[in-house]
């Protein structure tokens, strides 16, 4: 029943914007802390962006602040990153998650993940 399902990813030329998409069903986004997460080809996971139940947001990476937002629409339920400016460095699979334990965004605790959308910048 508790869902997150990711969209909007594809094929982007290098300077180019891509939107994810993260809809929710099962739940409420605005009672949670969703999170923005990639994982590059040979590399390890990484945050990248997530806005807390009561709609504050933290950007983790420094290479994607000023070019990335995330936001959220509540009558759709669902959570959005804008990507702009991307880089070939932006490529990867991208992932959005529910935490829990806490209304609030920070590390770890994020238990319920969707299933990831490629994202491939060419130059």
């Known amino acids: 029943q508790l869902q997150l399902a990711e969209s909007g990813g594809g094929l982007v030329q290098s300077g180019g914007s891509l939107r994810l998409s993260c809809a929710a069903s099962?739940?409420?986004?605005?009672?949670?802390?969703i999170g923005w997460f990639r994982q590059a080809p040979g590399k390890e996971r990484e945050a990248v962006s997530c806005?807390?139940?009561?709609?504050?947001?933290?950007n983790y990476k420094d290479p994607v602040k000023g070019r990335f937002t995330v936001s959220r629409d509540n009558a759709k339920n669902t959570v959005y990153l804008q990507m702009n400016s991307l880089t070939p460095e932006d490529t990867g699979v991208y992932y959005c998650?529910?935490?829990?334990?806490?209304?609030?965004?920070?590390?770890?605790?994020?238990?319920?993940w969707g299933q990831g959308t490629q994202v491939t910048v060419s130059s």
């Open positions: 998650a529910r935490r829990t334990g806490t209304l609030r965004c920070g590390s770890g605790g994020f238990r319920h």
């Open positions: 806005i807390a139940a009561d709609g504050a947001i933290s």
């Open positions: 099962g739940f409420t986004v605005d009672d949670y802390a």
